[in-house]
T-cell receptor, first 115, second 116 residues
Framework: DTEVTQTPKHLVMGMTNKKSLKCEQHMGHRAMYWYKQKAKKPPELMFVYSYEKLSINESVPSRFSPECPNSSLLNLHLHALQPEDSALYLCASSPSKAGKNEKLFFGSGTQLSVL | AQKVTQAQTEISVVEKEDVTLDCVYETRDTTYYLFWYKQPPSGELVFLIR??????QNEISGRYSWNFQKSTSSFNFTITASQVVDSAVYFCALILSGAGSYQLTFGKGTKLSVIP
């Protein structure tokens, strides 16, 4: 079983909706990540949080808004998305500071469909 | 810039056959880490192995083995006596070891189907 839990597993939303994706880990990891994965493509990094501070934003549109309320939780707030934003959104964590070449622990993802 | 190439898009094998997944990488840096991840249909990426650029020792873990050759910039992955549960997409990835290096460069993945 994965130790990174993502909810919901599936989400369908309209372009005017506001929704949030949630990610939780209880391994004491201090770096957390959001990745976006389109079908038959590798994951693409969106955001990195290190010690609850946003350290990397890979030029992601503002309709995606990350939040790290505490060291165990990571949210991704969605607003006014486009159909091309439909994808699998993966959360990951690693033990300490981002960028230390540690292995990532991934959640099972949220499959998002934007209508 | 780094690049990881997995030339095999899809592979099908019959159960119990051996299969090798190829990974070729490009980087100008001398210190880096290479990874293999497995993505089963359930979606999560599962870490399989990490290897640093100074350690060319091959590794075996059960039915899995990895062959790292810096001379050819390759980090190939072999599954011996494949099983249906090995069916998944496998990603090879590279990250530089410098400070602030956070970006995993993934290959495009190889979809492995093991047929009973």
């Amino acid at each position: 079983d994965t130790e990174v839990t993502q909810t919901p597993k599936h989400l369908v939303m309209g372009m005017t909706n506001k929704k949030s994706l949630k990610c939780e880990q209880h391994m004491g990891h201090r770096a957390m990540y959001w990745y976006k994965q389109k079908a038959k493509k590798p994951p693409e990094l969106m955001f990195v949080y290190s010690y609850e501070k946003l350290s990397i934003n890979e030029s992601v549109p503002s309709r995606f808004s990350p939040e790290c309320p505490n060291s165990s939780l990571l949210n991704l707030h969605l607003h006014a998305l486009q159909p091309e934003d439909s994808a699998l959104y993966l959360c990951a964590s690693s033990p300490s500071k981002a960028g230390k070449n540690e292995k990532l622990f991934f959640g099972s993802g949220t499959q998002l469909s934007v209508l | 810039a780094q690049k990881v190439t997995q030339a095999q898009t899809e592979i099908s094998v019959v159960e119990k056959e051996d299969v090798t997944l190829d990974c070729v990488y490009e980087t100008r840096d001398t210190t880096y880490y290479l990874f293999w991840y497995k993505q089963p249909p359930s979606g999560e990426l599962v870490f399989l192995i990490r290897r640093n650029s100074f350690d060319e020792q091959n590794e075996i873990s059960g039915r899995y083995s990895w062959n790292f050759q810096k001379s050819t910039s390759s980090f190939n992955f072999t599954i011996t006596a494949s099983q249906v549960v090995d069916s998944a997409v496998y990603f090879c990835a590279l990250i530089l070891s410098g400070a602030g290096s956070y970006q995993l460069t993934f290959g495009k993945g190889t979809k492995l189907s093991v047929i009973p």
